[in-house]
């Protein structure tokens, strides 16, 4: 799955427990008619990801939805999701000298079009 937003936030990386369980919260907001503020987390090895990352900038996120199961001591169930990013996109127009080399183009231009030569559309 992906989201796709700005970015509104990027938060420090935190290190839990002995085994230094690391994790990053990114929060994207959507553009669309209701916009929506979906918090991300990265964990270990990707929270990396983010340092090349400035609020404000359009990005797309690859997600999991991730969900799990948490019984109390008194035995009562409940029940946790998160959303997990994986992958992490800038989607801002290429800027001039920019290195990155953009995509191909689907299709290749019509070498041969002649404007005189009849289409049967109707418009």
Known sequence: MEVQGKIKLIGETKTFGNN????RELVVTTE?????HIMIEFVQD??????SYQVGQPVKVGINLRGREWVSPQGETKYFNSVQGWRIENLQAQQPGSKEVPPPDQFEPASDFNEEDHDDLPF
């Open 20 to 23: 230094g369980f690391r994790k």
């Open 32 to 36: 669309e008619q209701y916009p929506q």
């Open 46 to 51: 990707k929270t990396d990801l983010l340092d």
